[in-house]
């Protein structure tokens, strides 16, 4: 009999009723462009039109990166990791950070995972047959 393996879950944001987008947080601050920090402090006022501008590109890049993810859902891919080691997956999805990616049947040189995170950190590369 195969002994299950806990599925590790991504912790929620420190507001569980929010999707993590406080402005006042180091995270948004750092990933926020110049332009709508400067439209927090009272004293600038931002155009109204580069900010429409401004938000419709980051639109366009969301949507061509949720196409991208959707395209390569179920898809097999090969990992090249530190220390010389090459797992095969099917690529399941990422976090919306992108630094863990979520596999089913992880081959492994230890064995076979059926569902998995694979920390971005611990990859070197990794390729998708379209």
Known sequence: ??????????????????RGFDPKSPRFIALC????ISSSSPRACPDPEELKREQHVRAQLRERFLRCLL???????RFRMHADVSVDATFGGCD?????????????PIGVQKE???????????????
């Not at 462009?33 to 709508?36: L, V, Y």
């Not at 395209?71 to 891919?77: C, G, I, L, N, S």
């Not at 998995?116 to 590369?125: F, G, N, P, T, Y």
């Open 1 to 18: 009999m195969a002994t299950p393996v806990p599925v590790l879950r991504l912790p929620r944001g420190p507001d569980p009723h929010s």
């Open 33 to 36: 462009s110049p332009s709508i």
């Open 71 to 77: 395209a390569t859902r179920d898809k097999k891919v």
């Open 96 to 108: 919306i950070d992108v630094l863990n990616l979520q596999v089913s049947d992880l081959h492994t």
């Open 116 to 130: 998995a995170l694979i920390r971005c950190q611990d990859v070197i590369s990794y390729t998708f047959d379209l």
